[in-house]
């Protein structure tokens, strides 16, 4: 078919899940796609431009059906692009029904709805290799005949047929009428498989051979109630260490490379505001974005390898019955765990969930769970509260950890029961065999994440960096007395040749301007004006100063703590005992101490619970479509962390422990 | 078909629902229950009253194995779906 008018020919993929739809899609269209929403959804599609002689045809991956009654969201979305019901995409010109070869009568009951469409139809017939190790032979050519339209086995894996898939694109047109639903009073599933039923006699030849055992053998071990989550908890630990271990390189290097650059910008250009916003805002906000990558990569690069392996749905199959008694699907819980290397590419990964309301509960609790980002801090807690007992201190991490799985868990069932209240809707899953995965698939699927990440929400992580950059720097403010007299000090110890106790004059000067330029600074104020709210906690305006700007991202605190404390940035860098040591040793201006086991309890529990990264809030956004569940999230966390912290610190100090 | 040979064999064993089969065992889909919203979708997946099921392994969820694909159902919904036990537990003694 020619293109007629100015908008390229649309055909759309149908077909079941699990046929291989976007392996075949990814084979067809390569990297000449991209990843678009759903006119008013959160549901994403991919829009491609076939190459190799079919280009001028432009691909709509929908997500899979199996029926023209839509039993989820996604379903429906699928549909309604499929029949042209959305009014920004319109009816394809044509449709590609990607079948599994190994399943062709039930692919045929949804094949009998599309063909009644009368839109252009071509059956791709997916996978024929494995249909015929399984003793499968289908005759293309009689079902082509039986349907009325053209029929090309693929497998879209190899790259086989595609050529003739191509052509019979190029060539599309109606098919031949064909009334499948005669009347259709009583079970139209019954009409419609009686036909599928008798296709399937005449053209399929099944000769059964044991080839398909494997698939059930793993499956004994892999469904299997214990041994199952035992399995499951094994890979889940496997990629949770892949994604911790594997992306440290690639992030040391991101950093690296964006201090290497603030470095050089900082000696290239004269001291200047815009140095400083050049250097803390935009370079450092950028990098704080794109240190995110590598994490994300690795996650969805392996979540496409299980998910085309078909262990993923074993996966969801045997955590089903065990996330529900928090009222959340089993599919739920690989998100969950990713959560804890990072909240980002956790709720990015939440999309395998079907049910609208699961997903969105999974999603207003990942930050429960501690992120790796809240390690420093909970390193800097620990060393403050056991500073010689490694052992007691390792408590506190674990303590902090499973804290942060129990709110969490607990925020789920009460969301489910209040909020967003609902039944989850019983499990029916398809549990594919299993297959070879298909790296190509898993690349590009990262590629895409990727991009999406970057575009959406790296604009929204660079915009509020450079904001708190200037909330921590406006209204300037004079260096303070002691300061100015260090720094001539230290120019009069130079003019003699003392240079090692001039440079620590000049540090020292440094590090009270830094001191008072935060302290007066907009956050400076902040952190002054909510201090009565925060006493009940055991804090002060200078770990308030900490608490505000970490609510950009979490790990800041220790360098602000720093610089508060008047330690100095790089100091709490390279030498963390150093700051610890500062820390314990800070007082308030009347003679306590600050960093008392209370307050480090309170703060510590603040921090497992708080939302404190703005990231993550920009990707629930960028998930959800709309500002209501961030702020939600933000809401509820703040008061979770607020509440809890309140109640550790007075208990403890009711107990005495002051 | 063996047909006769499968009615008196089987005409014996009692009607079960799909949540209560031993695994391994196989059936016939003799009705179903409710049309519970859940349902349609096991029934878009072939599902019909008269298919031929097998219980691949019974618990919640169990996992059903309908026209050559096996499918996780919940205990739940499967209870709704009442079989007609095929009496022998292998293709050995029955072939059908």
Redesign the interface.
């Known amino acids: 078919m020619e293109s007629a008018g100015k908008r390229a020919m649309r055909v759309a993929l149908a077909g079941n899940p699990n046929g291989g739809k976007t392996t075949l899609f990814n084979a067809l269209t390569g990297l000449r796609a991209h990843t678009a929403n759903y006119p008013g959804t959160t549901i994403e599609c991919r829009l491609g431009r076939c190459t190799n002689g079919a280009s001028g045809i432009e691909l709509l991956d929908l997500p899979g059906i199996y029926d023209f009654n839509a039993s989820s969201e996604e379903e429906q979305v699928a549909l309604n692009a499929l029949q042209g019901r959305s009014a920004e995409f319109g009816a394809p010109d044509g449709v590609i029904v990607v079948t599994d070869a190994t399943n062709l009568s039930r692919s045929l009951f949804l094949i009998s709805q599309i063909v009644e469409m009368k839109l252009p139809v071509v059956v791709a017939l997916n996978m024929v290799d494995l249909a015929e190790a399984g003793g499968i032979r289908i005759d293309a050519r009689k079902l082509a005949a039986e349907l009325g339209c053209p029929v090309v086995p693929v497998v879209a894996r190899t790259g086989h047929g595609l050529a003739e898939l191509r052509a019979a694109l190029r060539q599309m047109k109606p098919p031949a009428p064909r009334e499948v639903c005669g009347g259709c009073d009583g079970c139209r599933f019954k009409t419609r498989y009686a036909w599928s039923d008798a296709i399937t006699q005449r053209c399929v030849e099944h000769a059964p051979r044991p080839a398909s055992r494997w698939t059930e053998r793993i499956d004994h071990m892999l469904t299997h109630p214990v041994l199952g989550v035992a399995a499951f908890f094994g890979v889940m630990l496997g990629l949770f260490f892949l994604i911790f271990s594997l992306a440290s390189v690639p992030m040391d290097l991101i950093d690296g490379f964006f201090s290497h650059l603030g470095g050089w910008v900082e000696r290239t250009m004269p001291e200047s505001d815009l140095r400083n916003l050049l250097v803390k805002g935009v370079i450092g906000g950028g990098g704080g974005v794109l240190v995110f990558l590598p994490q994300i990569c690795i996650l969805f690069f392996c979540i496409s390898l299980l998910e085309d392996t078909g262990y993923l749905a074993r996966a969801a199959f045997v955590m089903d019955r065990l996330m529900r008694r928090v009222g959340l699907p089993g599919k739920a819980f690989v998100p969950m765990l990713s959560a804890h290397a990072c909240a980002i590419p956790a709720i990015m990964a939440t999309r395998v969930i079907e049910d609208k309301r699961d997903r969105l509960v999974t999603i207003l609790v990942l930050p429960l769970f501690s992120c790796s980002a809240r390690i420093p801090v909970y390193s800097m807690l620990a060393a403050l509260l056991f500073a010689d007992n490694a052992w007691r201190a390792s408590l506190v991490f674990t303590g902090a950890y499973a804290v942060g799985i129990l709110a969490a868990v607990g925020v789920a069932f009460a969301l489910k029961r209040a909020l967003l209240k609902g039944e989850s809707r019983p499990l029916v899953l398809e549990l594919p065999s299993y297959k070879m995965p298909s790296l190509r698939t898993a690349a590009l699927l990262m590629l895409d994440r990727a991009w999406v990440f970057l575009r959406r929400a790296g604009t929204i992580i660079l915009f509020i960096s450079i904001a708190l950059w200037a909330l921590a720097t406006y209204p300037k403010s004079e260096p303070p007395k002691e300061a100015v007299a260090l720094q001539q000090q230290a120019g009069q110890l130079r003019a003699r040749g003392a240079t090692k106790d001039a440079d620590e004059a000049q540090a020292q000067a440094n590090r009270l301007t830094a001191h008072a330029a935060l302290a007066n600074s907009a956050a400076g104020r902040i952190g002054h004006y909510i201090e009565p709210v925060l006493r009940p906690l055991g804090f002060d305006w200078q770990i308030g100063i900490g608490i505000i700007s970490s609510f950009a991202a979490r790990e800041v605190i220790v360098s602000t703590l720093a610089v508060v404390y008047g330690v100095g940035e790089d100091v709490a860098e390279e030498d963390p005992e150093s700051l610890y040591d500062s820390l314990r040793r800070a007082q308030r201006a009347d003679g306590t101490k600050v960093f008392t086991p209370a307050t480090c309890v309170s703060l510590l529990l603040f921090y497992v619970l708080a939302m404190q990264c703005l990231a993550t809030q920009a990707i629930t956004r960028r998930e959800t479509n709309s500002w209501k569940w961030p702020a939600l999230q933000l809401g509820y966390m703040t008061l979770l962390a607020y509440g809890t912290a309140l109640v550790a610190f007075q208990t403890l100090r009711a107990c005495g422990i002051a | 078909m063996k047909r006769s040979n499968k009615e008196t064999c089987c005409a014996s064993a009692a009607r079960r629902r799909l949540n209560e089969l031993p695994s391994g065992s196989r059936g016939v889909v003799h009705h179903i229950e409710t049309a519970e919203?859940?349902l349609?979708?096991?029934?878009?997946?072939?599902l019909?009253?008269?298919?031929e099921i097998k219980v691949?392994?019974q618990?919640?969820?169990l996992?059903l194995g309908l026209?050559?694909?096996?499918?996780?159902?919940?205990s739940?919904?499967a209870h709704h779906v009442v079989v007609q036990p095929s009496c022998c537990g292998s293709t050995r003694d029955c072939q059908s």
């Open positions: 919203t859940a349609h979708r096991l029934m878009a997946m072939g019909c009253v008269g298919r691949v392994r618990g919640n969820p996992i026209l050559g694909a096996r499918i996780g159902v919940s739940r919904l």
